[in-house]
């Protein structure tokens, strides 16, 4: 099975990483926010608008998306994830999403997001 990888971060200070992968059956791409000033709900709007580049550059969608996961440094600023992502996604093809709180590695994060999604720009469901 052939594996392609892409966005290589390479430490120190980071360790040694790709940003995401893709196979013939899944694409799969972790980001934190480049620019870490803004507000939970800008981070959150960065990181996704990242994640919907990664995706087309691996032949899919945000209709693809199979499984999201959320780390948020502060829960309690939920609301400001919540209306980034429902701004974001579409309605019509919603994934499975978990959110939870834990400190990302690097302290200025206030969002991590990882998504799982199917190969392939096929809009339909």
């Known amino acids: 099975m052939s594996v392609t990888k892409?966005?290589?971060?390479?430490g120190p200070p980071s360790p040694n990483i790709h940003l995401g992968s893709s196979c013939r059956s899944m694409v799969s791409v972790c980001l934190t926010p480049s620019d870490r000033s803004g507000t939970l709900a800008e981070?959150?709007?960065?990181v996704l608008d990242n994640i919907d580049q990664y995706l087309r550059d691996m032949g899919s969608s945000r209709q693809k998306l199979l499984m999201v996961q959320v780390w948020l440094a502060h829960i309690d600023e939920f609301a400001g994830f919540r209306?980034?992502?429902?701004?974001?996604?579409?309605p019509e093809h919603v994934p499975a999403l978990s959110v939870v709180e834990a400190a990302a590695a690097r302290r200025d994060c206030l969002v991590e997001i990882r998504a799982y999604a199917a190969p392939g720009t096929d809009r339909s469901a």
């Open 6 to 10: 892409f966005g290589r971060v390479t």
């Open 43 to 46: 981070q959150t709007a960065q």
């Open 83 to 90: 209306d980034a992502w429902n701004d974001w996604i579409d």
